[in-house]
């Protein structure tokens, strides 16, 4: 077996354990509010080099560690993805192609806001009805109390 054999086998074998040793996944809030900041994390293979990327927000500090904060600023289904370099601790390229990828769906909403509540009358009296209306709201008002 000659280097440039032995160097081959190394990077392959590398890879099937990084790619099918153990499920790995990104761990976070996959619901939010917009303007929330979530912290969002991978366990990849000790000695690993991580790049960040999403879509919807904005990263808060480096994108290049095992962990990321993420502000949202849009509301909508958005995307947490990283790449993972299971070679080195060097930083992978965005185009890297033997560089394992994973991403988390995120559902960020606008948060809600009560408004306000406005009755038909002034006076409410025992076994009558009266109607009620909010204005201002958004989102759905999950108790009326």
């Known amino acids: 077996m000659d280097i440039r054999t032995t160097v081959t086998l190394s990077v392959a074998l590398h890879l099937l354990v990084a790619h099918f040793g153990i499920a790995q996944t990104i761990s976070g809030a996959t619901n939010t509010c917009e303007g929330n900041t979530n912290s969002y994390s991978f366990s990849g293979p000790s000695g690993s080099g991580f790049a960040w990327t999403v879509t919807g927000g904005s990263i808060v500090g480096s994108p290049n560690q095992s962990s990321v904060q993420v502000l949202w600023n849009n509301p909508g289904i958005r995307k947490v993805e990283v790449v993972v370099n299971t070679l080195n601790s060097s930083p992978p390229s965005p185009l890297c192609g033997f560089c394992p990828r994973y991403d ?17 009358s002034s006076t409410v009296c025992s076994n009558t009805s009266v109607a009620l209306n909010i204005s201002g709201n958004r989102g ?4 009326w109390r």
């Open 104 to 120: 988390l769906d995120v559902n960020v909403s606008l948060p809600t806001i009560a408004g306000t509540l406005a009755s038909s």
């Open 140 to 143: 759905l008002p999950t108790a």
